[in-house]
């Protein structure tokens, strides 16, 4: 079992920059997928972008790519999510989650989440 603790939310600027960290505890880390999802106010929870275990292979949701970039440190346990050209409609409660298998669904453990809000 992994718990996971997302931090680093907040307000940004529309065109700037927010960088999310989930650390990890619990065993075998570096077992673990980790991936990234967002839910906007009355929106369904959706994928953002996710991370093999070994950090080779990354999924992004279409309107991330190019802006957003996953990364992990298995040393460090902890994975994280680089918000590069924020838009207003980021703003979401993110979260961080984990699993043994890699894609952009089925994920077994969740973070409680971090809230982003871009403004305009």
């Known amino acids: 079992q992994v718990q996971l603790v997302e931090s680093g939310g907040g307000l940004g600027q529309a065109g700037g920059s927010l960088r999310l960290s989930c650390a990890a505890s619990?065993?075998?880390?570096?077992?673990?997928?980790m991936a990234w999802f967002r839910q906007a106010p009355g929106k369904e929870r959706e994928f953002v972008a996710s991370?093999?275990?070994?950090?080779?292979?990354?999924y992004y949701q279409d309107s991330v790519k190019g802006r957003f970039t996953i990364a992990r440190d298995n040393a460090k346990n902890t994975v994280y999510l680089q918000m590069n050209s924020l838009k207003p409609e980021d703003t979401a409660v993110y979260y961080c989650?984990?699993?043994?298998?890699?894609?952009?669904?089925?994920?077994?453990?969740w973070g409680q989440g971090t809230q982003v809000t871009v403004l305009s």
């Open positions: 989650a984990a699993d043994r298998q890699f894609g952009r669904s089925g994920y077994s453990y």
């Open positions: 619990g065993r075998a880390f570096i077992s673990y997928s």
């Open positions: 991370i093999s275990w070994g950090g080779g292979q990354q």
